[in-house]
């Protein structure tokens, strides 16, 4: 199993190279949230793990995009990115979304109270 380190730098480098795909899914909140899939591809470059599960081969990665407007509600210019990898050569952007202030304490971390599972 590789380390969240290793396995981040991997996602990196295939996002940089061109090789991923963003399900539609990942828009449906972008017209709520207001991110495009630039921010998208800035948040998984300059992000970091969150949390991930290896029996499903995804990763929660939360990064920020300098283009994306700060509202309220939402946790400044961050986006939670869910990817996932099979061998490291394609990745597929299965959603994203903003972190919203009632669920996340910081980017990083919810709120104690809320579940696991909860955007």
């Known amino acids: 199993m590789l380390n969240n380190d290793v396995l981040l730098s991997l996602i990196q480098q ?7 795909f963003v399900r539609a899914h990942t828009f449906q909140r972008h017209g709520l949230e207001g991110f495009t899939s630039d921010d998208v591809k800035n948040a998984i ?4 793990i969150v949390s991930r ?6 990763c929660v990665i ?11 509600g939402f ?7 869910v990817a ?14 903003r972190p919203q202030a009632s669920i996340w304490a910081t980017p990083f971390e919810r709120h104690p109270e809320v ?5």
Request: aromatic residues 10%.
């Open 45 to 48: 470059v300059n992000g970091e």
């Open 115 to 119: 579940r696991e599972g909860t955007p």
């Open 75 to 81: 946790l400044g210019r961050y986006i939670h990115c």
């Open 84 to 97: 996932h990898w099979d061998d490291i050569k394609m990745i597929v952007i299965w959603t994203a979304y």
């Open 62 to 72: 939360c990064g920020t995009s300098s283009a994306l407007a700060e509202r309220p």
């Open 53 to 58: 599960r290896d029996d499903e081969t995804k």
């Open 14 to 20: 295939a996002v940089l190279a061109g090789n991923y």
